[in-house]
């Protein structure tokens, strides 16, 4: 009884853990390798019901009922999200016509203006086979339509399904389109053309914004204004690659999502400019809560900005928290509390589970926790007794960027592999602008549009848009300004964050306790070990580890699988120049190498399957870009048929011989459909499951 003794004791400071368990809840659903059937759910529902039983009738129990009911709570939230979104996607390749309704206009990683389709129409597949949304990238000359939100356009494009992971443990791309509804993604590169302009009253939101885009670029020209309208619109389709690299390599890619910052940015100005100009009118300031009405009002301005945006998930992320905190103002209640952030944390996860998994919500969160506790943690004299009262703003500032720099570097450097050396001198040179600049004048933009006085706050942001691309390409082309990092361990993440709650939320000694999962995190991140070899998807790109990193097959092609691979590796070497490491020989399209002592030969191009009988002879195992009809007997051999069942493939070696890990393994709602393969006997000796 001493633990659950000790659990009511504490119990003040239990209620964060809530949030907590049911994001563990929602992690563990993830983590499964089949679906879970109409029984679990049952006894999920049991366990809440039990949970909560066991709550209300022993208060000394109460903790430990609280803390089984989240965890099904959470498991089961995930389960239900996953099923509510369940629409089909392509099981083939398609090329031909698609009708659809644009729905969204932004850029791929190529620079490419991309579409995002609803309403689809695909020949000769029907209704229920065909995807709520697809996405197309426009390629080649596309003058003949502007596409608008809510138009209906008709064009020629190549759609597949979307891609899963590009090696075993990466990042599931097909998953997460699954929770987009995205069916399919391809490219054109036939003109779009215009089939019905928008109807009156459809996407009335998404064709305000085009309008609103479109003014801010007609008065600010070039990527200042691209980004000022990105940042105030959520219309990021004018930003070039360019830029957003750049804005990458400093640590200012926060600075256009419109996340946290943005929406406190924006709320802050108008709770100040309602608050104390209502208070400046003393037949209102006597008689209303000028505080109140600056808080609601703030709240209509944040949801407008929620619906102008997109409601992307980092906006409807920031909206929660500032929708928690103005709601605190409200009830006379302490704003900005690790209480007010559990509930924020718990509407989001149980609204979009799947946001648990997005980096946004791991970084938004982290440095919210942190900002609050690091702040409190201090003795308030240091810097309002000690420092003069000018230096207070700068000491905050850079203090504030440090603390979240810190608590959101883990995730950054394990989602994206990277670590910009220069983050902090970055923001502490442009949060002030975004802050006192650019925001601001944009709501002062609005109120002025209808008399025809935006241009003048409008000139404003885009000097403040200016200064912050020109410190971004300055901090990114600094010698060092990115460390790669390499992928940690699909656990050490987990096991990492979970170190970090018990040392923020737990007191006494027993505080001290959190320091041993976050210092094994790090042995976990330390000690990850990459695959020797790594096969594409389609077999037509392989990269093979050596002593001057991974050497990839080929110069070009299969560039986004090449991109993450190097990326995982901690690798910043393009594609290019990964080709000419030694690793490889062999003329294009023939690339032999040696894998644990055993010759290999990846096949490629148009006359794979001519050299496949000769290869035969002297290789050990043959990789083939292709699907043969007869392949020669007891020839060892990975083809497309073999791919399209396992996926990428990693290929470990140790003393005991090679090991291989596919991709797909895991049976879920968003895994494309079974299909049973062979190995090649030479590998299949120990087959390891693919990693989730």
């Known amino acids: 009884m001493a633990p659950l003794e000790a659990l009511q004791t504490a119990r003040g400071l239990l209620f964060p853990w809530i949030a907590v368990l049911i994001g563990c809840g929602i992690g563990i659903w993830f983590t499964l390798e089949s679906e879970p059937g109409a029984g679990s759910y049952a ?92 996405r197309v990238s426009l390629q080649g000359e596309q003058d003949w339509l502007k596409p608008t939100p809510g138009q209906v356009v008709i064009l020629t494009a190549h759609l597949a399904a979307p891609e899963g992971p590009v090696e075993p443990g990466a990042f599931d791309f097909r998953r997460m389109a699954f929770f987009d509804q995205l069916g399919a993604v391809g490219y054109t590169r036939t003109p779009v053309l215009l089939l019905e302009e928008p109807t009156d009253g459809a996407l009335p939101i998404d064709r305000l914004r085009t309008w609103l885009t479109l003014g801010m670029l007609a008065h600010m020209e070039g990527q200042p204004g691209a980004f000022a309208a990105g940042a105030m619109t959520g219309d990021r389709s004018a930003i070039t690659e360019d830029t957003v690299q750049a804005l990458r390599d400093s640590s200012l890619a926060h600075l256009l999502a419109i996340s946290g910052m943005n929406m406190a940015f924006l709320t802050a100005f108008v709770f100040a400019l309602f608050r104390y100009g209502l208070a400046l009118i003393p037949f209102i300031a006597l008689r209303v809560n000028t505080k109140k009405v600056a808080a609601l009002v703030s709240l209509a301005v944040a949801l407008f900005y929620l619906l102008l945006s997109g409601a992307n998930v980092a906006t409807e992320r920031a909206f929660i928290m500032i929708a928690v905190l103005l709601g605190a103002v409200l009830l006379d209640r302490r704003a900005l509390t690790l209480r007010s952030v559990a509930v924020a944390a718990m509407i989001l996860l149980l609204l979009k589970p799947e946001s648990l998994l997005e980096p946004g919500f791991q970084m938004s969160f982290a440095a919210t926790v942190a900002l609050i506790v690091g702040f409190a943690a201090l003795d308030g004299s240091i810097y309002r007794e000690r420092l003069p009262r000018w230096l207070m703003p700068v000491f905050t500032l850079v203090l504030s960027s440090l603390i979240g720099g810190l608590s959101t570097a883990p995730y950054a450097a394990a989602h994206f592999n990277r670590f910009t050396d220069y983050g902090l001198l970055a923001n502490v040179l442009t949060v002030p602008v975004m802050g006192a600049v650019i925001m601001p004048a944009g709501a002062v933009a609005a109120l002025l549009a209808p008399i025809g006085l935006a241009w003048l706050p409008l000139w404003f942001m885009e000097q403040g848009a200016r200064w912050i691309l020109f410190v971004a390409h300055w901090i990114a082309g600094l010698e060092g300004a990115v460390t790669a990092i390499p992928a940690p361990g699909p656990w050490a993440l ?72 190097l990326q995982n590796d901690g690798d910043l070497l393009p594609q290019a120049k990964a080709a000419e490491r030694p690793g490889f020989d062999g003329p294009k399209g023939e690339r032999w ?25 002297e290789a050990a195992l ?30 470990w070696t140790d003393a005991g011989g090679i090991l291989i890990e596919p991709t797909k393994g895991a049976r879920r709602l968003w895994s494309p459909p079974a299909r049973e393969v062979e190995l090649p006997s030479l590998l299949a000796s120990d087959l390891r499951p693919a990693a989730q």
């Not at 909560?52 to 709570?73: D, F, N, Q, T, Y």
């Not at 040696?594 to 035969?616: D, F, I, M, P």
């Not at 292709?626 to 060892?636: F, I, K, M």
């Open 43 to 134: 006894l999920a529902a049991l366990l809440v019901a039990g949970g909560l039983g066991l709550g209300w009738r022993s208060e000394l129990a109460r903790p430990l009922g609280l803390a089984v009911a989240a965890l099904a709570i959470g498991w089961s939230a995930a389960g239900i999200r996953a099923h509510s979104l369940d629409a089909p996607m392509l099981t083939f390749r398609y090329y031909g016509p698609v009708e659809g309704r644009i729905v969204k206009i932004d850029r791929s990683q190529s620079d490419a203006l991309r579409l995002t389709l609803d309403q689809v129409v695909l020949q000769r597949v029907s209704p229920e086979r065909t995807p709520l949304r697809v």
């Open 494 to 565: 987990p096991v990492f964050t979970l170190g970090a709650i018990w040392l923020i939320l737990w007191r006494g000694r027993v505080q001290l306790l959190g320091l041993l999962p976050v210092l094994a995190a790090l042995a976990l991140w330390v000690t990850a070990e990459r695959p020797v070899l790594l096969v594409s998807g389609d077999g037509r790109l392989l990269g093979l580890a050596g002593p001057e990193g991974r050497a990839l097959s080929a110069p070009k092609g299969g560039g986004f699988a090449a991109e993450n691979w």
């Open 593 to 617: 190498f040696t894998l644990a002592g055993l010759r290999v030969v990846s096949l490629t191009g148009k006359g794979a399957e001519a050299k496949l009988a000769r290869v035969c002879v």
């Open 622 to 651: 043959v990789i083939l870009a292709a699907e043969p009809e007869l392949p020669p007997e007891d020839c060892p051999l990975i083809d497309q048929r073999t791919l399209a069942a396992t996926g990428p493939l990693a290929i």
